[in-house]
């Protein structure tokens, strides 16, 4: 039997408010460096879930992208993370690929018109930027090749537009093949991940970001127990030439 793989776990529908007009390219720096973060996230390992969630939770953000497609606009709903306190976010490139309009919404429910500073396509991962009204909590970028077959991972994002959702499960499998494009060694999670997860952080116990959310085997409307997230040194990679 073959499996179907959905590289596009974005949730979609209508979506009142957004502002029109083409999102807008500027330069940004080297994001491969290291991430501002908190100090609650500077712990070297979180006790439990609970104190993990609470400390990574404000880094995540909801993105919704106004697409122009023939005949219709379709609005994205996906997720993302901040990665620098002065309004730099990741999420999945196919989330905000051809819209002309992107939002960002805070966890503290702020929305902001974003700029999409840099996509490959390729490898499914953007950068956007935001210019928010003080400094953002952001996320620690972890390193992913050193990620181990069952290691506990919590997947967050805002799966069928529900803000704030977490999951949790463990590394499955590393380097999985599936035929994603010429970046194809993906983390495999038993994490739930369903439609609106895309882009959002896999984090370790350590509140590290060690994947973007990005397919999952299965449905395009239900949770399979198999996803797979971009290892975060792919991501790495890929800035640094965008």
């Given at each position: 039997?073959?499996?179907?793989?959905?590289?596009?776990?974005?949730?979609?529908?209508?979506?009142?408010?957004?502002?029109?007009?083409?999102?807008?390219?500027?330069?940004?720096?080297?994001?491969?460096?290291?991430?501002?973060?908190?100090?609650?996230?500077?712990?070297t390992?979180?006790?439990?879930?609970?104190?993990?969630?609470k400390?990574?939770?404000?880094?995540?953000?909801?993105?919704?992208?106004?697409?122009?497609?023939?005949?219709?606009?379709?609005?994205?709903?996906?997720?993302?993370?901040?990665?620098?306190?002065?309004?730099?976010?990741?999420?999945?490139?196919?989330?905000?690929?051809?819209?002309?309009?992107?939002?960002?919404?805070?966890?503290?429910?702020?929305?902001?018109?974003?700029?999409?500073?840099?996509?490959?396509?390729?490898?499914?991962?953007?950068?956007?930027?935001?210019?928010?009204?003080?400094?953002?909590?952001?996320?620690?970028?972890?390193?992913?090749?050193?990620?181990?077959?069952?290691?506990?991972?919590?997947?967050?994002?805002?799966?069928?537009?529900?803000?704030?959702?977490?999951?949790?499960?463990?590394?499955?499998?590393?380097?999985?093949?599936?035929?994603?494009?010429?970046?194809?060694?993906?983390?495999?999670?038993?994490?739930?991940?369903?439609?609106?997860?895309?882009?959002?952080?896999?984090?370790?116990?350590?509140g590290?970001?060690?994947?973007?959310?990005?397919?999952?085997?299965?449905?395009?409307?239900?949770?399979?127990?198999?996803?797979?997230?971009i290892?975060?040194?792919?991501?790495?990679?890929?800035i640094?030439?965008?």
């Amino acid at each position: 039997m073959r499996h179907r793989v959905i590289f596009a776990p974005a949730l979609t529908g209508m979506l009142l408010g957004l502002l029109s007009g083409c999102a807008t390219v500027e330069s940004t720096a080297n994001l491969s460096k290291p991430a501002e973060t908190s100090t609650a996230l500077l712990n070297t390992q979180f006790p439990s879930f609970v104190e993990l969630v609470k400390a990574s939770l404000p880094s995540v953000v909801n993105i919704s992208s106004k697409k122009n497609q023939p005949g219709s606009a379709i609005v994205s709903l996906g997720s993302g993370f901040i990665v620098s306190g002065d309004g730099a976010i990741v999420t999945a490139n196919h989330v905000i690929a051809n819209a002309e309009a992107v939002i960002v919404r805070l966890s503290d429910r702020e929305s902001y018109r974003a700029n999409i500073i840099a996509a490959d396509k390729d490898a499914d991962i953007a950068v956007l930027k935001i210019e928010p009204q003080k400094p953002l909590p952001a996320v620690r970028l972890g390193n992913s090749s050193a990620v181990e077959t069952g290691e506990w991972v919590i997947a967050i994002g805002n799966p069928f537009g529900l803000e704030k959702t977490v999951t949790a499960g463990i590394i499955s499998a590393k380097g999985r093949v599936i035929g994603s494009g010429k970046y194809d060694e993906l983390l495999q999670t038993d994490a739930s991940i369903n439609p609106g997860n895309s882009g959002g952080p896999l984090l370790n116990m350590r509140g590290e970001v060690i994947g973007i959310n990005t397919a999952i085997i299965g449905s395009s409307t239900s949770h399979s127990g198999i996803g797979f997230a971009i290892p975060i040194d792919t991501v790495r990679s890929i800035i640094d030439h965008l």
